[in-house]
């Protein structure tokens, strides 16, 4: 069999797919008709990955399981988009990490808003500027985001997904001779997650690590200057057109960081793979063993407690918190039912929603 042949073939499969797709976006075109009568959410996660795992569970070929989300994720972002565009305000600059959750959820087509803090996404959401938020809450490195978890108890919104990618660092410059590089920009969080990198290229140069406020900052300034580096996503390098000299550089290859995306009204139906967060304003919470019999309840109905944190209220002078709860499970088991009913509003779910492992 010849190059040519198989390319030929190639070809007469593309052509396939394509007819395929565009009889699959006529399809969605009619939901979108539908879900806008009846003023539907079009974000679905759920429904999403029951597609996916129905794909996983009948796959026999080449394509892995993280081949087939990838694919699949763009084709439902063009799906939505379809059905009816929505803004996504995501933790800004362009180019970030957060950027970068953002599109992994709702593809490269939809309508971005970058924003310069946390607060200004969740009051974009708030205020209906934009129908999703997108925003760090952890990184398995760094620990928790305290402003995000602080505003899930203040503001009004619910979790409608959340999102986990891993934290790759590029060293992005417009030269290939490091002994030029007279600064490296980046955020002070990338300088510490790469040292290994910087250790051991540039110990002994004459290099000056300049931090910036963000990774894309610093993408920015190295595109404006010849003799300058940046520690940047790859994202934010190829949006500033900087080329990639090294990929990859950060000193673990596990580094990764969770992100929430937020709407005003959204629920989930059970996926049969959630997690659930609450927060919970205990009474008492300064008389002994009240927070350990709240979390005995959980344990008695056998419910996998993920993460829990406490927060301070700041209603007063006194020492007292509110606290931050994920477990496996939705919030409308029976089980996990009981405990809202028992403790009526010093409890609040913020949302079930489909569990990444």
């Known amino acids: 069999m010849t190059l040519e042949s198989l390319r030929t073939q190639i070809d007469a499969i593309d052509d396939e797919l394509l007819q395929l797709l565009n009889k699959r976006m006529e399809l969605v075109r009619h939901v979108g008709e539908v879900k806008k009568s009846s003023n539907s959410i079009i974000y679905r996660p759920e429904r999403e990955r029951q597609i996916l795992e129905r794909l996983n569970a009948q796959n026999q070929g080449l394509l892995t399981p993280?081949?087939?989300?990838?694919?699949?994720?763009?084709?439902?972002?063009?799906?939505?988009n379809l059905e009816l565009p929505e803004r996504v305000a995501f933790l800004g600059p362009d180019g970030s990490f957060t950027h970068q959750a953002a599109e992994s959820r709702f593809g490269a087509m939809s309508e971005y808003m970058a924003?310069?803090?946390?607060?200004?996404?969740?009051?974009?959401?708030?205020?209906?500027?934009?129908?999703?938020?997108?925003?760090?809450?952890?990184?398995?490195?760094?620990?928790?985001?305290?402003?995000?978890?602080?505003?899930?108890?203040?503001?009004?919104?619910?979790?409608?997904?959340?999102?986990?990618?891993?934290?790759?660092?590029?060293?992005?410059?417009?030269?290939?001779?490091?002994?030029?590089?007279?600064?490296?920009?980046?955020?002070?969080?990338?300088?510490?997650?790469?040292?290994?990198?910087?250790?051991?290229?540039?110990?002994?140069?004459?290099?000056?690590?300049?931090?910036v406020e963000s990774t894309s900052k610093a993408a920015k300034l190295a595109a404006q200057q010849p003799r300058a580096a940046a520690i940047c996503s790859h994202i934010a390098a190829k949006l500033f057109g900087v080329p990639v000299l090294f990929d990859n550089i950060e000193d673990s290859d596990l580094n990764r960081t969770r992100f929430l995306i937020l709407a005003k009204n959204f629920q989930n139906g059970k996926s049969g793979n959630d997690k659930t967060t609450l927060v919970a304003k205990l009474q008492?919470?300064?008389?002994?063993?009240?927070?350990?019999?709240?979390?005995?309840?959980?344990?008695?109905?056998?419910?996998?407690?993920?993460?829990?944190?406490?927060?301070?209220?700041?209603?007063?002078?006194?020492?007292?918190?509110?606290?931050?709860?994920?477990?496996?499970?939705?919030?409308?088991?029976?089980?996990?039912?009981?405990?809202?009913?028992?403790?009526?509003?010093?409890?609040?779910?913020?949302?079930?929603?489909?569990?990444?492992?």
Not at 67 to 80: D, N
Not at 306 to 330: C, M, N, Q, V
Request: hydrophobic share 40%.
């Open 115 to 211: 924003l310069p803090t946390i607060r200004s996404v969740f009051e974009s959401v708030e205020t209906g500027r934009a129908r999703f938020g997108v925003v760090p809450i952890e990184n398995n490195q760094e620990g928790v985001v305290n402003e995000t978890i602080d505003l899930l108890f203040e503001k009004e919104l619910l979790i409608a997904a959340e999102a986990q990618i891993p934290v790759h660092f590029t060293f992005a410059t417009q030269t290939d001779k490091l002994h030029e590089i007279t600064h490296i920009y980046s955020k002070d969080i990338a300088f510490r997650q790469c040292g290994k990198f910087l250790n051991e290229y540039f110990e002994g140069l004459d290099v000056e690590m300049v931090p």
């Open 66 to 80: 993280s081949a087939i989300e990838a694919i699949f994720l763009e084709v439902f972002a063009v799906s939505r």
């Open 284 to 357: 008492n919470t300064n008389k002994p063993g009240v927070l350990a019999q709240f979390l005995q309840e959980f344990d008695a109905r056998q419910i996998n407690l993920t993460k829990i944190e406490s927060r301070p209220l700041r209603d007063g002078a006194s020492f007292k918190y509110w606290f931050l709860i994920e477990f496996e499970g939705h919030c409308d088991d029976p089980q996990v039912q009981e405990i809202l009913q028992h403790h009526g509003t010093e409890v609040k779910c913020l949302g079930s929603y489909v569990k990444v492992s």
